[in-house]
């Protein structure tokens, strides 16, 4: 089975803080993607990369970046936490010809104070 | 705009009871169609894709439906089960390959004993 693994389940930063949240897949999918899901707004795209050290700005890239060093780990980072980044976190990863969000992980759950 | 609407928000049954669920859409062109369930603070997890020449596609007690002509799903559960409670989420393509994908916001249900 596909295995997207996120480092945490849950996760509580202060404000102005530095946070990376690390994703790891083992199916050697070229796609990984970073997603944010919101009640009522549905996941919506934050980043994606295609290949290591390659990356694409999704819908809502401001606030947020990411690094690909490692074709099979994907981190995102958030510069300075803002309570609006007070989100569920989910990253999910592809080959190709399966599109977006083929396997996702179980989610991070991020609470900014 | 590019849109993916799903019917009802939330929804209540009891447990062997069928239901269906709705999800209409505007995206064009259009690729394929995915069904996610997603369980409580938990990743959505794929049930079923269809792409725009397939009508029907069923993955054991969940059967997915296409009319692209109408630009319609609907994904029906049969005999429910407690551990059919989640969320249900809609994502269409727009084209092949591509990692822009629009999520509906999902259905919500729960199964009752």
């Known amino acids: 089975d596909v295995k997207v693994t996120q480092s945490s389940r849950y996760l509580v930063k202060r404000t102005g803080e530095k946070v990376f949240l690390e994703c790891v897949q083992d199916?050697?999918?070229?796609?990984m993607f970073w997603y944010r899901q919101d009640p009522g707004l549905g996941l919506r795209l934050i980043y994606f990369?295609?290949?290591?050290?390659?990356?694409e700005k999704g819908d809502i890239p401001e606030g947020y970046s990411v690094s690909r060093e490692k074709k099979e780990r994907f981190s995102l980072i958030l510069e300075s936490a803002s309570t609006n980044q007070t989100s569920m976190y989910l990253c999910?990863?592809?080959?190709?010809?399966?599109?977006?969000?083929?396997?996702f992980g179980q989610g991070t759950r991020l609470t900014v104070v | 705009k590019n849109q993916v609407e799903q019917s009802p928000q939330s929804l209540i049954i009891l447990e062997g009871k069928n239901c269906t669920l709705q999800c209409n859409y505007t995206v064009s062109p259009f690729s394929n169609l995915r069904w996610y369930k997603q369980d409580t603070g938990r990743g959505p997890v794929s049930l079923t894709i269809?792409?725009?020449?397939?009508n029907t596609k069923s993955n054991g007690r969940y059967t997915a439906t296409l009319d692209a002509d109408t630009k319609q799903s609907s994904l029906h559960i049969t005999a429910s089960q407690l551990s059919d409670s989640a969320s249900y989420i809609c994502?269409?393509?727009?084209?092949?390959?591509?990692?822009?994908?629009?999520f509906g916001t999902g259905t919500r249900l729960k199964v009752l004993a």
């Open positions: 269809m792409t725009f020449s397939e």
């Open positions: 999910a990863s592809s080959s190709p010809g399966q599109g977006t969000g083929a396997f």
């Open positions: 994502v269409v393509s727009k084209t092949p390959g591509t990692y822009k994908y629009i």
């Open positions: 199916m050697d999918h070229e796609n």
């Open positions: 990369s295609y290949d290591v050290k390659m990356k």
